[in-house]
């Protein structure tokens, strides 16, 4: 009788686990998710009072959640050198397992964020640092433990299949039919070559992985998260001076990518990233037939405003307005400056499905939750047919941009 009734409960618990993962998952209509990068766990994080009051039904880790490494000071000279021809040990050192677990749990305990995951559904990718170290790839070793930490972070099931991968992407199918949206969340972490490699970002299982999801059940929307910026070059402008990592770096790597979103033909595709420590919307129309979103979050916490003393702050603003605009927003509001900014930011996505067709709204908030920058469109506008006409437009402002680009380079 015992045996018979744990059966029974057995084939219960197989049979109702995975329709209520999908309810989950695909239940409710969802039309508000925030996201966000770059969270230093010893600092105060008052900005999730913030996303807390925007009320999104999902919350997206875009990486760097913790800072889990360490940096030595900046030093030319003495014992531990860590700048310069003479240096002799690297700037960045990782932290052991338990002290990593030590700063999750400092994260995980902001009174903020403990609110947010009472009300949202948390779900999230990592960067270098919560990976375990600055600008690290493939080749670091302690990934295995690092990944084992993120997951415990956010609360992954023990059975869960990310537990047993090489790396943490992920996919999530939100709301009903007519209503979806997919989240696909990258790891450009565990499989990535040598910066300056011009090599892989994903790695051979993610890219398989990735086609599946992108040919996989339709969406209205797709949000694919990155931690590195896919549109935004930033590097062309601040190159030779130093260089921030993004999909451009990796340029075959990113073509790639938009090939497949194009051969897919998935409709509605933005992107969302972190990593950089300013926030910015940026707006691609030669990558796929349609124009390609890429909304950066970055940072909670951490930003270039901060990152210098109150007087230099303007300069960090005059900076960023002339930091070149040929691959930001080329919207009205946005055309004379740029859509960046520098001060800490969440990303909010905001969906109108009741409009016909349905609206979408791309915005980043600051630490009030006030509207820093913002860009909204009907959701038909993230598809091939609409667009023809834009096609036009954009042939001849990416036509014009080259002919400048080549003067330019002629001149030098
Ligand atoms: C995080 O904040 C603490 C306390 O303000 C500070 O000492 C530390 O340097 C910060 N870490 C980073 C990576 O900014
Ligand atoms: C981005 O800028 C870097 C540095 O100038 C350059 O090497 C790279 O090819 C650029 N990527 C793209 C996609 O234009």
């Not at 015992?2 to 209520?20: D, E, G, K, Q, W």
């Not at 999230?124 to 919560?130: A, L, R, V």
């Not at 451009?248 to 969302?272: D, M, Y």
Request: proline letters at 6%; hydrophobic letters at 40%.
């Amino acid at each position: 009788m015992a045996a018979t009734f744990r059966l029974l409960i057995l084939v219960l618990v197989l049979v109702v686990s995975p329709s209520v993962r999908a309810a989950r998952d695909a239940g409710a209509v969802v039309s508000r998710i925030a996201f966000g990068s770059c969270a230093n766990q010893s600092a105060p994080q008052p900005i999730w009072d913030a996303v807390v009051a925007f009320d999104p039904q999902v919350f997206v880790w875009l990486g760097d959640n913790v800072y889990g490494d360490n940096k030595r000071p900046f030093r030319v000279f003495g014992k531990e050198r860590t700048v310069g021809p003479w240096k002799n040990v690297p700037r960045f050192y990782p932290s052991t397992e338990e002290e990593l677990r030590r700063r999750y749990q400092l994260a995980k305990a902001k009174p903020g964020y403990a609110s947010l995951r009472e009300r949202a559904q948390v779900i999230g990718t990592w960067d270098d640092h919560d990976y375990g170290l600055n600008d690290a790839g493939k080749e670091f070793s302690g990934k295995v433990f690092t990944q084992r930490l993120l997951l415990d972070f956010l609360d992954e099931a023990e059975d869960s299949k990310r537990r047993k991968q090489a790396g943490v992407y992920t996919s999530y199918m939100f709301g009903p039919e007519g209503k979806r949206v997919k989240v696909i969340l990258l790891d450009t972490r565990y499989h990535r070559d040598p910066l300056l490699s011009d090599g892989t970002i994903l790695g051979d299982p993610q890219w398989q992985w990735l086609e599946r999801e992108l040919h996989g059940p339709q969406s209205e929307i797709t949000v694919i998260g990155s931690s590195i910026q896919v549109v935004s070059n930033l590097s062309a402008t601040t190159g030779p001076l130093f260089y921030v990592e993004s999909w451009a770096r990796f340029p075959r790597e990113r073509e790639r990518l938009f090939r497949l979103i194009e051969s897919s033909k998935r409709n509605g595709v933005i992107f969302v990233s972190g990593d950089v420590h300013f926030g910015e919307i940026a707006r691609f129309d030669c990558g796929v037939p349609y124009p390609l979103y890429d909304v950066t979050s970055s940072g909670l916490t951490q930003s270039v405003d901060n990152s210098v003393p109150a007087v230099f702050q303007p300069i960090m603003r005059l900076l960023a307005v002339l930091t070149p605009t040929t691959m930001r927003v080329l919207n009205p509001n946005c055309l004379y400056k740029s859509c960046t900014t520098g001060q800490p930011n969440f990303g909010a996505i905001e969906i109108d499905w009741n409009a016909v067709p349905p609206r979408i709204k791309l915005e980043l908030r600051d630490v009030e939750g006030r509207s820093v920058h913002s860009v909204e469109f009907p959701i038909s506008e993230l598809q091939p047919s609409v667009f023809i006409i834009a096609v036009v437009l954009l042939a001849i402002t990416c036509l014009s941009s080259i002919l400048m680009c080549s003067k330019k380079t002629k001149k030098e």
